[in-house]
């Protein structure tokens, strides 16, 4: 099942790691299809939460809504991670939010540069897209089983290599390329600060966190809406427009309609429109 493993590392010998959960074990592999696929089966086997599973390529590596993303050897970071909060269905967009938290941060602390938040999954560094997440999950009727966080970094990628024009790279914004392992190392740092803040504290401080480093506030957005959940009638799948203005305790986005009318959003595809 494991084919393609380079080695596994323990929190210690990764680059000095030293986290409580995520990352206690970390596996890398030469190239998978996805490492969500990875972490999803190794999850359903009954891994412990904390796993992290990075692949140097991907050959079916995927983003929201059937994307696909690019995954070319050494050109960015793949990697998914085991967390087994006891929540329900409905909460688990907030984890997409606090990975989203945990990544902005640790790619502000590596580059030097103001990264941001694109809600829900979207890391922005320049008002271009340099990462994504992408949130799975297991669930048993209304509590989730486990959850696989999935995160793509575009690092090594030169400008004619982008998969689409509105991206970017740490290569182009530095100038230089980056060693992904180390960069691996401080997301997983924050990361973990981000999770041990959620199991003592919940998810307040975290979606404080996200507000202040949401690229959207003020500006005109027009969201496809999803179904968020199958049982989940207040966001029927549509088209919307309006101003955002700020996440909700749930981490919804709430936005003003040209009615003056306010929207919660829980789970979409936001453009910016201007
Ligand atoms: C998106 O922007 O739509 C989310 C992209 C998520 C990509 C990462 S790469 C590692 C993990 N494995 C996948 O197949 N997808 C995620």
Same mark, same amino acid.
């Given at each position: 099942m494991d084919e393609g493993i380079l080695r596994i590392f323990n929190s210690k010998n990764f680059?000095?790691?030293?986290?409580? =959960? =995520?990352?206690?074990k970390i596996y890398k592999y030469d190239?998978?299809?996805s490492t969500n696929d990875v972490a999803f089966r190794h999850a359903l086997e009954g891994e412990k939460e904390g796993l992290v599973f990075w692949a140097r390529?991907?050959?079916k590596g995927r983003g929201r809504l059937g994307r696909s993303w690019i995954s070319h050897k050494d050109k960015g970071v793949y990697f998914s991670i085991i967390l087994r909060p006891q =929540?329900?269905?409905?909460?688990?967009p907030k984890f997409t939010l606090m990975a989203g938290v945990g990544i902005a941060k640790a790619l502000g602390k590596f580059t030097g540069l103001e990264s941001l938040i694109k809600w829900p999954n979207d890391i922005f560094i320049k008002d271009k897209k340099i990462g994504g997440i992408l949130t799975e999950i297991e669930a048993d009727i209304n509590m989730i089983r486990f959850i696989v966080i999935g995160i793509g970094l575009n690092t090594n990628l030169k400008a004619g290599e982008?998969?689409?024009?509105e991206a970017t790279s740490l290569k182009i914004l530095l100038g230089k390329d980056t060693s992904n392992e180390s960069l691996l190392g401080v997301c997983l740092k924050e990361l973990d600060n981000y999770y041990l803040e959620f199991k003592k504290y919940g998810f307040r401080g975290i979606i404080e966190e996200a507000r202040s480093l949401s690229?959207?506030?003020g500006r005109q957005v027009k969201i496809e809406t999803?179904?968020?959940?199958?049982?989940?009638?207040?966001?029927?799948k549509g088209t919307i427009e309006g101003v955002a203005l700020d996440f909700d305790e749930d981490g919804a986005l709430v936005i003003r309609q040209h009615n003056g009318f306010r929207k919660h959003i829980f789970a979409g595809d936001v453009r910016l429109l201007r």
């Open positions: 680059d000095s790691l030293h986290t409580q =959960i =995520i990352g206690r190239t998978v299809t390529s991907q050959t =929540i329900a269905v409905k909460d688990a982008l998969p689409v024009k690229s959207l506030w999803l179904p968020f959940d199958k049982h989940s009638k207040s966001n029927p």
